[in-house]
């Protein structure tokens, strides 16, 4: 038996002091097994996402550099000449003009090697470790047929058992950083994103060991991605190629190129999760293969891109195909799924295989147009059905297709191995495509031993200490029946709801003033409640600054904020007459309408650059978004506030909204903070807002605590500024619910259909953004779900759909269903569309 295990953490598992006392009792484990251990590690969570955006020229990523890893130094009680070394370094890499893809892998590389140095340093004083140099042995292919970019950024070696190296490392415990390796002359190369997994499979197949674990912060391969979809269940055991299939299409724990070494040298793999070590996690290897048809995963690839080639010539045309793949291979491109009539051929490259720049798909256009009229078709998503003999399922997948016969299905592919079936369609219908097919495909029960429990029953068991979450319509359904059998269709609203979620807000120690976005839900009573907790308000339209000063009191004005995004002159010099403090976010403003800013006090609004939320329509930064000052113009703002006297009282910015991951306000506390030299007058950062909700009682919500750290920390560092937020869903979105009685019923084949007094008018949120609201029958709460039905409203539009395939009880004309979750964004975003009038508001 050979006695290696090499075991890998990702960069948030070395990036604190707990978590390595956590590692240490892996490795404890392991030696006292009689393991000698191989410790494969990542950058510090945070560093190569900076270092990517360096390389784009966001040179504003330099000192969140600084202070990532002077904060790491400091953690772990590290002398600072190790770090200073380090960032003489990086600016060494970085000094050079025109970087190649060897200078962008050696600095894609320094946040793996500063790491490297910092934790081996810390690991010293209490145990006996060794540092390994991977790129000894980690080389890349001269085989690779890929482009130069690819070859380079995201590396593939050849591996199989090194004897000599298992010689040479004598010592039972060393430690060495992914992601890095070298060519065959000795240049810096990488193994593209999530390359540690690789490095650690490579390592593994060198030593030949006996297993490798995977520790990170999931508790293995699900059936579907968790955070699109709760009810995906874990995979307890999988053979290397279906796990391979998964990761292949978008399963994210595993890099799919770190499977092969492992199969080819048949080493287990164990997948664990640290904040669960004892959970059985999943366990791939040769002992599990399936004997009948199934289908074990759902995932969904974003951020595809599709060419279409159309030609009549392609007709009966020998060798038409093998020429237009010349194209693709002599630019160094590899073709992921292909589909072909008789006159289009259209296929699709992934970009995670690829390294695809518009420059490229440009070259790729021209030279395609001389065989024929050529589209470019950018954020589409593969949804990917991994099993085992899919084909005999086709009587369950075809109705769930189906139903998306309205949208683009634009390719339809399937292995020949049958291990596979791919759909792609447009980005934002690529979840709710997963969760249609996820209902009808994976077992709900334990009647297939390898599907273990669901992400939201391990969920539960970890909030086990923490009472169950009943909402409040659940209690109160005896009364909201009443309020519905006479005043349907109606949004209900609970007070209490938004007084907890207040109070939530208020305990964040950070946070020196919130602000409520009043376009969630502008209803007086709501604002009125929301004053009185002692709230703020933040409006963006005249409308708006009237509502609240009607609801709140003219003297709520200097506490107002006014947010406007491309609108008329006279709106801002009115605010300005009224004295609410208004947020520019337009440079255009502060060249032409200068004089309407000069001696006085305003917000800017910055774009961070990199926008998140739940749908791209709500990610409000980023080139593609229309809001914000861009990053380039900010030195010469900072001249023009000067010369008219403008006082920028702080920074702002927004990144998007439903946002989940408190990370998100670390790269924009990060950012402003890196701003402020530029606006000496500044003492204020308004972070927006975008705090997302649980949808399901399973869901993870916000981690406030690490997100309150994270503001924390800011101010530790710069104890003059004041931080603001302001949120809108998170306040009010649990506090309603949209009530309304069935009309009729309906099936079409195998789809059911239950029809509402109102539909989209009321709610546009699914049609707009398929959004997903938990959706219950509150005549029948206590019954049995007995069928899937789509329930719609009765506007003339197929995309007045308030929920599909929902699990329903047996439903009748008149009885209430609840559509939860609908007190943010519901009755502000309503209209009378059809000249119906839309819910009207209820207060309870
Ligand atoms: N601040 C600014 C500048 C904003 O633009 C927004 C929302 C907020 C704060 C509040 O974001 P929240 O905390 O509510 O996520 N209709 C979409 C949401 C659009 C949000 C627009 N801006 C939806 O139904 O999801």
């Not at 990702?10 to 393991?35: A, E, N, P, R």
């Not at 890099?255 to 080493?267: A, D, F, K, T, V």
């Not at 049958?418 to 009808?440: I, P, Y």
């Not at 920074?651 to 439903?658: F, V």
Request: aromatic share 6%.
């Amino acid at each position: 038996m050979n006695n290696w295990i090499v075991i890998k953490f990702g960069g948030t598992s070395v990036s604190g002091s707990d978590q390595w006392q956590q590692i240490l009792s892996i490795i404890d484990k392991h030696h006292k097994s009689g393991y000698k251990v191989m410790l494969v590690h990542s950058a510090f969570s945070g560093l190569t996402n900076a270092l990517e955006l360096l390389l784009t020229g966001d040179e504003k990523q330099m000192s969140f550099i600084h202070n990532r890893v002077f904060d790491m130094a400091n953690l772990f009680s590290i002398n600072h000449e190790i770090v200073n070394q380090a960032l003489n370094k990086l600016n060494t890499l970085t000094a050079h003009k025109n970087i190649n893809p060897h200078q962008e892998a050696g600095i894609l590389s320094w946040g793996e090697w500063v790491t490297h140095e910092i934790c081996v340093e810390y690991l010293k004083r209490s145990i006996n470790i060794n540092s390994f140099d991977p790129t000894q042995v980690l080389i890349a292919s001269t085989t690779d047929k890929r482009n130069k970019r690819s070859q380079v950024l995201s590396a593939k070696c050849d591996v199989t058992h090194n004897q000599s190296l298992n010689e040479q490392l004598s010592q039972n415990l060393y430690m060495m950083p992914g992601f890095v390796a070298k060519d065959s002359d000795g240049n810096s190369v990488v193994l593209g994103r999530g390359g540690s997994d690789t490095s650690a499979a490579y390592i593994a197949s060198l030593l030949n060991a006996h297993k490798l674990e995977i520790w990170t912060d999931v508790h293995g391969i699900f059936s579907a991605n968790p955070r699109a979809n709760p009810n995906a269940r874990l995979l307890l055991h999988l053979a290397y190629q279906e796990a391979r299939e998964i990761a292949a299409s978008g399963g994210a724990v595993l890099h799919p190129r770190c499977i092969l070494p492992l199969e080819q040298g048949n080493i287990p793999l164990h997948i664990k999760n640290t904040q669960s070590p004892n959970s059985p996690g999943t366990v791939l290897s040769h002992d599990y293969q399936a004997t009948k048809p199934m289908v074990y995963a759902i995932n969904t690839r974003h951020q595809v891109t599709l060419v279409s080639l159309e030609s009549i010539n392609m007709w009966h045309q020998a060798g038409f195909l093998g020429d237009m793949f010349n194209i693709f291979k002599s630019l160094g491109l590899s073709v992921d799924l292909i589909s072909t009539s008789q006159t289009n051929v259209t296929l699709s490259l992934d970009k995670a295989d690829n390294s695809i720049d518009d420059e490229i798909l440009q070259q790729l256009s021209t030279r395609l147009k001389q065989m024929g009229t050529v589209e470019v078709i950018k954020n589409c998503s593969a949804v990917t059905l991994v099993g085992y003999r899919i084909r005999a399922m086709a009587d369950k997948i075809a109705p769930v297709i189906s139903t998306f016969a309205d949208q683009r299905i634009y390719i339809t592919t399937q292995s020949s191995n049958d291990l596979n079936q791919t759909f792609v369609v447009d980005e934002d219908q690529a979840d709710k495509l997963g969760r249609a097919l996820h209902e009808v495909l994976i077992p709900k029960d334990d009647t297939v031993a390898n599907f273990g429990p669901s992400w939201q029953q391990l969920q539960q068991q970890k909030d086990k200490q923490a009472p169950p979450i009943i909402p409040w319509w659940h209690t109160a359904s005896d009364k909201l029946l009443t309020i519905a059998s006479n005043q349907s269709p109606c949004y209900v609203y609970d007070l209490e709801t938004i007084t907890t979620q207040v109070n939530k807000l208020q305990s964040l120690t950070a946070v020196d003033k919130i602000h409520y976005a009043c376009k969630a839900n502008s209803h007086p009573e709501i604002l009125q409640h929301i004053h009185d907790l002692g709230v703020s308000m933040e409006t963006v339209s005249p409308q708006e600054i009237e509502r609240v000063t009607a609801c709140c009191g003219e003297s709520t004005k200097e506490n107002i904020l006014f947010t406007p995004n491309f609108a008329p002159k006279q709106e801002y010099i009115d605010a300005i007459d009224q004295g609410i403090l208004v947020t520019i976010d337009n440079p255009y403003i502060l060249y032409q309408w200068a004089e309407i800013f000069a001696d006085q006090e305003v917000m800017l609004r910055l774009d961070p650059g990199h926008g998140s939320g739940h749908h791209r329509y709500v990610r409000t930064a980023g080139e593609q978004s229309k809001f914000g000052i861009p990053a380039n113009e900010l030195d010469a703002i900072s001249v023009q506030c000067k010369k008219h006297n403008i006082k920028v009282k702080g920074l702002h910015a927004h990144s998007g909204s439903g946002i989940l991951d408190h990370e998100n306000w670390k790269r924009i506390v990060d950012y402003l903070g890196s701003c402020l030299p530029l606006f000496p007058t500044a003492t204020v950062l308004n972070i927006g807002g975008g705090l997302g909700i649980k949808e399901n009682p399973g869901d993870t919500g916000l981690d406030f605590e690490a997100f309150n750290k994270i503001l924390e920390d800011f101010k530790s560092q710069h104890p003059n500024i004041n931080i603001w937020i302001e949120p809108g869903r998170f306040i009010v979105a649990h506090s309603g619910v949209l009530l309304a009685k069935v009309t009729q019923t309906k099936w079409k084949g195998q789809q059911g259909y239950i029809g509402l007094d109102t539909g989209m008018n009321s709610l546009i949120r699914p049609a707009l953004y398929g959004a997903w609201h938990n959706i219950a029958n509150l005549s029948k709460l206590s019954k049995r779900a007995e069928y899937t039905a789509n329930i719609v409203g009765p506007m003339c539009e197929t995309g007045d759909i308030l929920g599909i395939d929902r699990k329903m009880p047996k439903t009748e004309e008149g009885d209430v269903i609840l559509i939860a979750n609908t007190g943010a964004y519901g009755s502000s975003m309503s209209s009378n569309y059809n000249l119906r009038a839309p819910a009207k508001n209820i207060i309870l």
